[in-house]
């Protein structure tokens, strides 16, 4: 899909260096998609968020756009957008279910994204319609391997 640039590769088609600070900041406990979405899963609910890696990417966050409460979402489908000072880009969902709560706090401070993508720039929460979905996701390892890999090309 068209719409589905995501920063890493908007900023090698727009020839935008990034700088590659490495990769501390990928929580353990947490699930990935490729897609640099983070869940974290807390019995049939989860809380979404983007990855630091792509908040890095993305640059400054200004403006987080959010579904409804009582939305659907689907896994690998979007469910809003993260607007920066050098790309859009779509957040996907990284399991499928119900939006139960937004982070309003992000409407008015949306760089809460940059600053504390893991604990206060989290998105939304889901309750989710089929766990089996979160063994499709990567595990911290796997995921700071992938992002190694994306940033050689």
């Known amino acids: 899909m068209a719409s589905r640039l995501w920063a890493s590769k908007a900023a090698s088609y727009l020839k935008i260096s990034t700088f590659n600070r490495g990769f501390a900041s990928v929580v353990k406990d947490l699930k990935y ?7 974290k899963v807390d019995g049939k609910s989860c809380t979404i968020g983007i990855t630091d890696h792509a908040q890095d990417h993305l640059g400054d966050v200004v403006y987080v756009e959010l579904p ?6 689907t896994q690998g489908s979007s469910f809003g957008a993260v607007e920066s000072v050098k790309a859009t880009s779509d957040i996907n ?58 940033d050689k090309h």
């Open 68 to 73: 409804e409460v009582g939305a659907a979402v």
């Open 93 to 150: 969902s990284p399991v499928s279910g119900k939006v139960v709560e937004v982070n309003e706090e992000l409407t008015g401070e949306p760089g809460l994204v940059n600053g504390s993508p893991y604990e206060n720039g989290w998105i939304i929460k889901v309750e989710i319609s089929d766990a089996n979905e979160v063994n499709n996701l990567m595990d911290s390892e796997q995921y700071s391997k992938f992002c190694e890999e994306e």
């Open 33 to 39: 998609a490729e897609s640099h979405e983070w869940v």
